[in-house]
């Protein structure tokens, strides 16, 4: 506003001098941007004439003028100006950025396009959405903000935890289903840090994504990072600094209530030893917890001349968890170099480099290590408060009177170590040559590689854990590399009202993966963590998952045809080739085509004119996209490694591991899109529509149908048998309520529905897995069924507690619930489904849908002078969450809440619906812990003010802004856990999880690492 | 134009390092079976995998041992698992753990075997240096379908390796009937019994004893089966006596020694042991007996009281016999306190009982055993003198040759009265003297007195379930005076056959015992 005010007595300051008209003589002026930086290039043409000239590098520019003529202005990326000239002899333009047309064009692979030409069904999100509140990871950052793309944290808050990206649902059961992410052009990089970002683009239809053919099937994030322009040496420095505490905690008994909770439960055991309670009156969830912090400084250089661009910039990332003994750190650097060396010839480098330092402790364990004693989150809901931190001999309390032994919560997170460090370089090299007018052709090189050091150690402090083995540590490196080489012409070409855009080209990649680990107990001291590996008494043999060797090709050629005609029909049609190693001997290639239509209805003659509507686009594609989706090797025959023990000594041996596989091909997505873009009003208003379907095919599933007799150590066989159904409607819009000088407010909607359906399995039988921790010793807690969304929770249906006089009919016990053969007022019924009078496998069904109706995201901005207000909410609707946590904590050998102890069944307190303590239900797997998952969240509350540009200009500082946020205020839900938006993969899940877990392991909720509630002060610096 | 030379160098730039491959994969770092065995060594690694199998935690590190156990008349279950209860209440299903865990487990061992077999025709060597190293692949597939037949009775029968030409067969096959079973398991014995070495380094390397012992039992198992053979018992006693007779096994003189981890393995009596050697692989040692059978909140044991015998078990053994002693714990030390049986509930933990515990892998688990004393270097007596001795025995009682009945059984009563060093509660050595009553039983040995001693002297040993199935003891020990008292669910008709996993039937319908 305050540089619109400017430009307005500008241009009336130019109008009064024109009154003293004078023949022809020479005009001098400046052009610069709105932020008074000159531009260096601009055109400045003499209306209807061929005189001319350019700016220089310092903006300026002279011209011989006469009164009356009209000096144009432009520059692509900036609106056209013209001036009338009376006698002024000086002029100074303040050029302004021309916001639609930068927005127009979005980059797609191998190219870009204006987004008015756009067939595919394509999301862009904003650098100012990415950097509006800090994240670990930019992709964090698209939460709520690009309608079809569901992302979450792997471990809730854990510093440097995985974020996990879904596009338009699950579209595999046992193959990522997560997007292939393109970082200036290089297949498989690393998310750059959300400051270096200048714009991400979510390719989510197949005519979007078939270019990249079998790695495209579950959409492709193209990421672009920041490049320098032309124009002075521009410093920016942005720095926050953030506080995290955690947004909840249980409610747990005391150790008075719980030595109470144990003695009933022991009565009503027919135990008649009593509890033996401790001295104690511990609260472990407050030993574990404690305020975090993230810190966050960026500084880049950027700028350059018409020949040679820069950008460079470093980020330092720092965070202290909310779990005591939990930190993360990294620094991150990137440098992209633009040169132009000739008209026709461009070179340039982007290079990036990175180091990350995570000390961790273990959370969402699986449950294998000790009956999930490592598990430092569920053991402080677990464990007995009447416990002190200490032993009365000074070591670490360990749970000796209930359930399995376990070491303290405390000692765990704090006697275990577990760091990580992660190194990581990407150096990519592109040269561009136009070979003739619309032919270009450009080639790219790449190498990337990412070093991961982890070393554990778990000291003998730990009785349970590691007391009588004296001490474990372990130490592993692995190392990915991926050399990646891409050629391709690019041809464009008015025919006509057509035109014409071609795309051919070449494309070979290949990854190499190394692990080397080792394990030993029995180290001299704990003081040497798990640098003592070598002191080891014992070393662990490693199996073929911790030492390994991998390689993989891909050969591609692919070819795109772009035909516009008239700028109202829209064709594009591609179509890729690969061939890759690890696909199986008799599948080697695959083809993958798609073809799309756009209409701009706006620009027919019917509604050139139309003031409401001023566009109206309907775009509609059809694809196919592969996912990769077998492993290196993973189709060949092979023996596993065993050790034995002979005559004492250990020695190697094989086994069986499992036959060749010549027959196993890639996943395939068909997918449709129909998409619907409108602008209302000069575009105040626009909306964007899109509906999809999804079919895939050939899906790998594991047959554990493979009869365990024929003895092969990988009992489950892979075949292409599965087949999943996504169907969509996403919807985006951007409302611009209110445009004056000093106020704007402006909204944007994302709303997205997924429908997803199993509709194939093998022999369309059911196909179970496990979302417990291990320990739970449970086998199946979730189903995927024939015409049912992944991942439905299975298991009893829940009906209440029993009363005296047995189980109403319908209903039915457990037989350790009844005594001759009545069940036990207050043990828990079940639905009788088979009506045999016995709870028994035949009575489980599906007892809860863990994916949402619909997710979306709710954002809006105000902008009050200098002060801008950022209001995001997010929210899912319809989800169901299964609760393990309060299976555990019901279960009677560990702590419980004191919603659980206060309503459990007891002869004087029969109205209710929970089952009485240490009732004979082990475990359970019942509707009774299936909960509403819906939430809605405050995400971030941004406050922001731009210092004036006169207050700062004299201290040199083109812009500084600060800002204040809050990330996760409130949060409206009735799920009685900790947080809604869990992610519990269970037995064989962990941290990272597994292809299969992720996509089918849903809604369960164990032993996160909590989501924080944080508040942040950020610093934006422009030099 | 000089241009071109751009043109060049990017063309050669993109295109050099693209290379043109058949993407052929090649296996780096993959252990792929082809063109595996070419020296007797080669053959050896096979066979080692095959034997190893049986100390996984699904075979004798826990599952089928303690399973063997609880469905026994002498070891209930101090715990509450389900798959466990199952096991000692005879209520066994398909989908119980510890029926298709062991099932598995032991389908790798032969398919091990059967890849050591097949493996060893492409090894050019003399038949006298690979065919005692085949033959203890022989040997180990026959020790695996002796357990399945006994388990299970019909069981699929596979003798050879699966791939790609006959692996639709097998998906279908139906079970090979019992009789077919027991010769094949006689055939591979015999094969072992030719080629084994008289003696190895160590009993968890099968020897040419260890396959004639085993022939003896196979033999005598087999001779009370639906698959019976006139002279099995004959056949049982020759075997028998060609061990005894071969002089290289003997009687320990302490029977403690024979559950000591540091010793055993230089045992006289040991024929064919389960080595652990405290290994922890992914797939392999880590055997959790001691745990299973241990005293809850024992400062030493920490064990999980799971699988413990009833008091009438302990008050079965008589007083001077030593083998109660080396069979049972009596005395703990907890928090500090050492306390008898009756006061072992004082830590306060749900699942601790005032009763003797099992002692036989908790005293002495070797140097290395971990926490709770897992992952131990116990040799598992799976075949040693004394039930050869025995075996004997009973051969004898049936064809009513009486003094060498009572010759063999007292030989066995007889080291059972020496005593010996052994320890209890504070694991202090201590020497238990002889006893002053005489073990020799006089008059007529029956069958039932062998079985009685073999209860006693195989004690926990996984031997007691398969004497009451051969000898069709059911109805009287799971009866109401049985030493755990009345089962009722138990019925004679359909309990001594495992069911076969459920999962394994609904694979290949055509599977039914």
């Keep these: ?1023 | 134009m000089k241009n071109t030379k751009y043109i060049m160098w990017l063309l050669v730039m993109g295109l050099s390092i693209m290379g043109c491959s058949d993407l052929e994969e090649e296996p780096v770092g993959l252990l792929s079976p082809d063109g595996f065995f070419n020296t007797p060594g080669d053959i050896q690694i096979a066979v080692d995998g095959a034997l190893t199998h049986a100390i996984n935690e699904q075979i004798w590190g826990r599952k089928l041992s303690v399973a063997l156990m609880l469905r026994s008349d002498m070891v209930n279950v101090q715990s509450s698992q389900a798959r466990r209860v199952e096991m000692d209440m005879h209520t066994i299903t398909g989908n119980n753990e510890m029926v298709y865990d062991p099932w598995r487990r032991i389908y790798l061992g032969i398919a091990a075997a059967n890849n050591a077999i097949e493996g060893a025709d492409d090894v050019v060597a003399a038949d006298d240096l690979k065919n005692p190293i085949t033959a203890q692949a022989y040997f180990i597939r026959a020790w695996y379908y002796f357990h399945l037949v006994r388990l299970f009775g019909d069981v699929p029968y596979i003798a050879e390796t699966i791939d790609g030409s006959n692996s639709d067969f097998y998906r279908n096959i139906s079970c090979t009937p019992e009789a077919d079973v027991y010769k094949n398991i006689i055939s591979d014995l015999e094969y072992a019994e030719q080629w084994l070495d008289d003696t190895t380094a160590a009993p968890g390397i099968p020897s040419k004893g260890a396959a004639s012992a085993y022939l003896a039992l196979v033999h005598l198992t087999r001779a009370t089966s639906d698959a019976r053979e006139s002279k099995d018992f004959n056949t049982a006693s020759l075997y028998a006596q060609k061990v005894i007779n071969s002089g290289v096994y003997s009687l320990d003189d302490n029977f403690q020694t024979l559950f000591n981890a540091s010793e055993s393995a230089n045992s006289p009596e040991m024929i064919f042991t389960l080595d652990y050697n405290n290994v922890e692989a992914d797939d392999n040692a880590y055997d959790q007996v001691a745990p299973m059978t241990g005293v809850r909140s024992d400062d030493d044991d920490q064990g999980w009281s799971v699988a413990v015998p009833v008091m009438a078990v302990y008050d079965s053994f008589e007083d001077g016999d030593y083998r109660k002693r080396v069979s049972f714990q009596t005395e703990a030390t907890i928090g500090g306190t050492t306390v008898d049986y009756t006061n072992f509930t004082i830590s306060g933990h749900e699942h601790a009982g005032n009763m003797p515990y099992i002692a036989k892998y908790t005293r002495f688990p070797g140097d290395y055993a971990r926490g709770n004393k897992r992952a131990t270097s116990i040799k598992y007596p799976m075949m040693r003198y004394a039930e050869v001795l025995l075996i004997a025995a009973e051969c004898a009682a049936e064809a009513g040759d009486n003094a060498n009945a009572l010759k063999y059984i007292n030989e066995v009563r007889a080291r059972a009265r020496k005593g010996g060093v052994s320890t209890n509660g504070g694991y202090v050595p201590e020497t238990v003297p002889a006893s002053a009553v005489p073990a020799d039983l006089t008059g007529t040995v029956t069958v039932a007195d062998v079985i009685e001693e073999r209860r006693v002297e195989l004690a926990f040993e996984g031997k007691r379930w398969y004497d009451i199935k051969r000898r069709d003891l059911g109805d009287q020990v799971f009866g109401a005076s049985g030493y755990e008292g009345l089962k009722p669910d138990w019925n004679a008709a359909v309990d001594y056959d495992t069911p076969i996993p459920q999962d394994e039937i609904q694979s290949n319908p055509n599977l039914t015992n």
């Design chain 1, 1 to 1023: 506003m305050n540089l619109k005010t400017k430009l307005t007595l500008m241009l009336m300051m130019i109008f009064n001098i024109s009154l003293f008209a004078q023949d022809g003589y020479q005009l001098s002026g400046t052009v610069t941007d709105e932020s008074n930086t000159p531009i260096p290039g601009i055109n400045v043409i003499i209306a209807k004439t061929t005189t001319g000239t350019a700016t220089d590098f310092d903006g300026g520019f002279t011209l011989n003028v006469k009164p009356g003529d009209v000096l144009q202005f432009s520059y692509i990326g900036y609106v056209k100006q013209s001036v009338t000239i009376s006698n002024q002899k000086s002029l100074n333009i303040v050029m302004v950025e021309d916001a639609s047309q930068l927005e127009e064009v979005v980059v797609v692979g191998y190219g870009a396009r204006k987004k008015s030409d756009v067939t595919g069904s394509v999301s862009s999100v904003k650098t100012e959405e990415l950097t509006a509140f800090p994240v670990l990871d930019a992709s964090q950052a698209l939460q709520g903000r690009a309608a079809g793309v569901d992302v979450q944290s792997n471990n809730g808050g854990e510093p440097g935890a995985p974020i996990s990206i879904k596009i338009r649902g699950n579209t595999s059961i046992n193959a990522s289903s997560s997007p292939l992410i393109v970082v200036d052009g290089f297949v498989g990089g690393n998310m750059p840090q959300a400051g270096d970002i200048e714009s991400m683009q979510i390719l989510k239809d197949a005519s979007a994504t078939a270019i990249y053919g079998s790695q495209g099937a579950n959409g492709v994030v193209l990421v672009t990072t920041k490049k320098g322009k032309v124009g002075r040496l521009n410093i920016d420095f942005n720095t926050t600094y953030q506080v995290q505490s955690t947004s909840n905690s249980l409610d747990l008994l005391n150790a008075n209530d719980f030595a109470k909770y144990q003695n009933n439960i022991r009565v009503n055991q027919g135990n008649s030893n009593a509890y033996p309670q401790g001295p104690y009156d511990t609260d472990w969830q407050d030993m574990i917890y404690r305020n975090g912090s993230v810190v966050n400084h960026q500084l880049a250089v950027s700028g350059g001349s018409e020949k040679v661009k820069y950008y460079a910039s470093a980020t330092y990332f720092g965070q202290d968890g909310v779990l005591v003994n939990s930190d993360y750190e990294r620094l991150t650097f990137l440098s992209n170099l633009d040169a132009q060396v000739t008209d026709k010839l461009k070179v340039g480098v982007n290079l990036v480099g990175g180091r990350s330092q995570k000390s961790g402790v273990t959370t969402q364990s699986n449950g294998s290590v000790t009956v999930g004693g490592d598990d430092v989150v569920s053991l402080a809901m677990r464990f007995a408060p009447d416990k002190g931190v200490y032993e009365a001999d000074g070591s670490f309390s360990t749970n000796d009177a209930i359930g399995d032994a376990v070491d303290n919560p405390y000692a765990v997170a704090t006697e275990r170590d577990d760091d990580t460090e992660i190194d990581n370089f990407r150096a990519n090299l592109f040269a561009s040559y136009d070979i003739l007018e619309g032919l270009n052709f450009k080639t790219t090189f790449g190498i990337s590689g990412e070093n991961t050091f982890r070393g554990m150690y778990m000291p003998r402090t730990l009785k349970i854990t590691a007391g009588t083995e004296n001490g474990r540590a372990i130490m592993q490196n692995t190392k990915s590399e991926s050399v990646l080489s891409e050629s391709y012409l690019t041809y464009n070409r008015e025919i006509g009202k057509g035109v014409l855009t071609l795309l051919g080209g070449y494309s070979y990649q290949q990854n190499t993966n190394k692990s080397a680990y080792n394990e030993g107990i029995g180290t001299i001291s704990d003081s040497f963590s798990y640098y003592g590996l070598y002191t080891a008494t014992s070393l662990i043999q490693p199996t073929s998952g911790q030492v390994y060797t991998n390689e993989r090709t891909i050969q591609s050629v692919f070819g795109r045809v772009n035909f516009d005609f008239n700028d109202k029909y829209l064709l594009t049609a591609t179509v890729r080739r690969d061939g890759a190693s690890n696909f199986a001997e008799n599948h080697k290639y695959a083809t993958f085509p798609s073809a799309a239509l756009g209409w701009k209805i706006s620009n027919e003659k019917f509604l050139e004119d139309s003031n409401a509507i001023s566009n109206l686009k309907l775009r509609a594609s059809y694809g196919e996209t592969g996912n990769p989706s077998i492993a290196p090797y993973q189709s060949l025959a092979s023996s596993e490694v065993i050790y034995a023990s002979s005559a004492g000594s250990t020695v190697a041996a094989i086994t069986p591991y499992q036959m060749a596989n010549p027959d196993l091909k890639w996943e395939t997505s068909i997918q449709t899109n129909l998409g619907l873009d409108f602008g209302f009003l000069n575009n105040r208003i626009t909306l964007s529509l899109d509906y999809y379907n999804i079919d895939t095919e050939d899906l790998i599933m594991v047959n554990r149908g493979q009869p365990d007799y024929l003895g092969f150590y990988n009992n489950e066989s892979l075949v292409n048998v599965g087949a999943m159904n996504n169907t969509g409607f996403e919807v985006f819009l951007t409302t611009n309520n209110i445009t004056n000088d000093n106020f704007t407010w402006s909204t944007d909607f994302v709303f997205s529905k997924n429908i997803n359906k199993v509709t194939s399995l093998i022999n369309g039988d059911d196909w179970f897995g496990n979302g417990a921790p291990s320990y739970f010793s449970l086998e199946d807690t979730f189903v995927l069924r024939e015409g049912e969304e992944v991942g439905q929770f299975w298991g009893y249906d829940y009906a209440g507690v029993a009363q005296s006089g047995g189980a109403p009919a319908g209903t039915a016990a457990i037989a350790a619930s009844r005594e001759n053969g009545v069940v036990v007022p207050g043990e828990p019924l079940f639905r009788d489904l088979d009506g045999d009078g016995e709870i028994t496998d035949a009575d489980r069904t599906m007892i809860g849908n863990p994916n949402p109706d619909f997710t979306w995201g709710f954002t809006n901005n105000f902008t009050y002078k200098n002060w801008d207000l950022n209001i995001f909410f997010q929210g899912s609707q319809g989800n169901e969450i299964f609760n393990m946590t309060a299976v555990q904590l019901n279960n009677g050998d560990s702590n419980t809440t004191y919603d659980y102890f206060n309503n459990a069944w007891t002869p004087s307190n029969t109205d209710t619906n929970e089952p009485r303590v240490g009732n004979a239900s082990f475990r359970e797997i019942s509707s009774r812990f299936v909960e509403d998952g819906s939430y809605i969240r405050l995400k971030n509350l941004a406050l922001g003010y731009n210092l004036p540009s006169k207050v700062i200009e004299n201290i040199g500082i083109e812009k500084l802004r600060l800002s204040v946020s809050g990330q996760n205020l409130f949060t409206i839900t009735d799920y009685s856990g900790l947080d809604p938006e869990v992610s519990y993969f269970g037995a064989q899940g962990g941290t990272n999880g597994n292809n299969q877990a992720s996509n089918t392991t849903r809604g369960f909720d164990f032993g996160s690492y909590p989501t924080v509630r944080s508040f942040s002060f950020s610093l934006n610096l422009t030099f």
